[in-house]
């Protein structure tokens, strides 16, 4: 049965990770998948997530199954973390929150919901966007359709397609939104752009999705939230997926969620029953260990306290790389203004280059970017940078 079947392409990101594991070159790079670096260039376990788990071993007394919606302490945690203790959404109890593995399961559950509760609507996706993003919705049976929002000219938003787009989409349609961290450009909204959105998201009643992946990358925890609580306005409707595995380091632990923002708190309890249905269709209920790392500092003063620093080191550092590429372009006399880089914000960037010079510096130097030039400035490393600009200058031809 199986024989007339040809292998599947390999995914864009993951696929380039495992041809750079297999490449022999000694100074090899990999700027492709989004995971954080230090200087040394390993992915570390961050000091308060290690006093965490410490904790949770020593009380821990069963591995029993969580709630189909996850732990209440998680869920209670991550509402706050998202629009602050004081918030309206918070207080008046019109968001439901369930547990779910990564930011990627919390947007294939909201998939799930969609399809369900409205099918037919179609999701509206940045153009460009995270890759995985397409496969998620459709896979759920969902129709995409595509905004502007890269000015390539400029390296910036191209605001007024944008919004131009928006107010064209249909009544009942989802949007889905970046909310920092713009994954793969690193070009984030204004404040200011985020209300102008917010205004034409509510005129013509459209459903917003969004992927808050990376809060606390940006400018700080509390400032990356203003286009979720630009949204979040009193009786507005939406769904965020947000992710742990960046600003906690706890990628292999799977940790995310999905809250569902309703008009009221007996909206937002039917909206959680159809999200808790999804789920048990899709993986029953969820792992324990990350949410539980979570829960456990996010709940106590101290360690959230060392946790927020240590997420200002980690953005702080992806900042100093960012300047340090900028810089030393320059230095290997490379013409092309790279300047932009360094305005920009996250992981990621959109370098310019094209599937050609990804290509040449993938064989030569063993340089590994993803196809459509973005790279990964959080798995650059003082030690590393200037082998990395001058491949780039030499690719270039200065």
């Not at 390993?42 to 189909?68: C, D, F, G, H, W």
């Not at 969620?257 to 007996?266: H, S």
């Not at 993803?370 to 200065?398: F, P, Q």
Request: proline fraction near 6%; include cysteine; glycine fraction near 8%.
């Amino acid at each position: 049965m199986f024989e007339q079947f040809t292998p599947a392409p390999p995914d864009a990101i993951l696929g380039l990770t495992e041809a750079f594991k297999k490449d022999p070159n000694p100074r090899k790079i990999n700027l492709g998948v989004g995971v954080y670096k230090d200087e040394a260039g390993n992915t570390p376990v961050l000091r308060s997530v290690r006093k965490a788990e410490e904790r949770i071993l020593q009380a821990e007394k069963t591995k029993t199954y969580l709630p189909i919606e996850g732990s209440p302490a998680y869920t209670a945690a991550t509402q706050t973390l998202l629009f602050g203790a004081e918030h309206e959404v918070v207080q008046s109890q019109r968001a439901a929150t369930a547990q779910a593995p990564g930011g990627t399961g919390a947007l294939r559950v909201a998939a799930d919901l969609i399809h369900k509760l409205m099918p037919g609507t179609r999701v509206w996706l940045s153009n460009p966007t995270w890759p995985n993003h397409p496969g998620i919705f459709q896979a759920a049976g969902l129709p995409i359709g595509t905004y502007p929002y890269f000015d390539a000219t400029t390296n910036g938003v191209a605001f007024d397609a944008m919004l131009g787009a928006l107010a064209e989409i249909p009544s009942g349609d989802a949007v889905l939104l970046h909310v920092c961290c713009h994954n793969p450009t690193g070009v984030d909204l204004t404040r200011e752009q985020w209300h102008a959105v917010a205004d034409v998201v509510a005129e013509r009643g459209l459903l917003p999705i969004l992927d808050f992946a990376y809060q606390g990358f940006a400018n700080g925890l509390a400032e990356d939230a203003v286009g979720l609580l630009e949204l979040a306005r009193p009786g507005a409707e939406l769904l965020v997926a947000n992710s742990y595995s960046k600003n906690f380091g706890l990628y292999a632990e799977r940790a995310g969620a999905l809250t569902v923002v309703a008009k009221d708190a007996q909206g937002a309890e039917t909206m959680l029953s159809h999200v808790k249905q999804a789920i048990r269709a899709n993986f029953s209920n969820p792992p324990v260990h990350g949410g539980a790392i979570v829960s456990t500092i996010l709940n106590d003063p101290a360690l959230r306290r060392e946790w927020e620093d240590e997420v200002a080191e980690m953005r702080d550092r992806i900042n100093a790389m960012r300047h340090l590429f900028v810089e030393t372009l320059n230095e290997k006399g490379v013409q092309r203004d790279f300047s932009f880089i360094a305005r920009q914000r996250g992981m990621f960037s959109f370098s310019g280059l094209t599937p050609e010079q990804v290509k040449a510096l993938r064989d030569q130097y063993a340089i590994y970017i993803v196809g459509s030039g973005r790279i990964s400035v959080a798995g650059m490393t003082s030690d590393s940078m200037d082998y990395l600009c001058a491949a780039i200058a030499d690719v270039l031809g200065k």
